[in-house]
């Protein structure tokens, strides 16, 4: 997927427009996360039906009000609208997050092309390979809500960057990614320790225990 954007500027939907222009941005923007093509257009009435919908999916799975850890997804929308004031203003209907070609950029209609676009809306989903999970998921989308990322994840068997349980960052509990590894340290030492102690006096009965582990 990163290929697919390389040498192109994607632009962030936020008030400030940041633009993402260098490799390593969009590396670390898209490495291995689904990507949502939306392509749609301001004077699309089934568009403006749908953008609500799209919304509220996405924000669903990647804002920390709804979710504790945000998924791995994109949404990139592709605009085929008629003016780039036609553009920004649809845009205002769509997440924050979400990223979007410069309306000046003549990639927005090669990209149609490439995923053979007929209708309006289409969102194409693409594992990070770049090959396409679900040519059109607008139904999808419509009809099971945030339940189909789930779908998507098994099928484009992402690699979990969140391996770490919530509760190993919790800050209230004084943790750190540390501790497992030091609790470990410490019950060794004092195995070591009770063992040249038993060692240095008489044999006992438990001689022989239960293992590195026990």
Known sequence: MV?????????????????????????LRLQNRILMLFFGSGDCERCQDFAPTLKAFFKKLTDEFYVERSAQLVLLYISLDTSEDQQEK??????????????????????????????????????PDCSVLSPNAVKEISTLGPDCFRNWQEGAELIDRNFMMNEEFDESKMRSMTDPIRRLKYKVEDKKKKKKKDDDGDDDENDGGGGPWG
């Open 3 to 27: 290929d697919l954007f390389l040498g192109k500027v994607l632009v962030k939907n936020n008030k400030d427009k940041d633009e993402l222009d260098t490799e390593r941005e969009i590396i």
């Open 90 to 127: 649809f845009l205002k209907e769509l997440p924050k997050r979400c990223l979007f070609l410069p309306y000046e950029d003549p990639y927005r209609k090669e990209l149609g092309v490439m995923f053979e676009v007929e209708d309006l809306p289409t969102v194409v989903v693409l594992r």
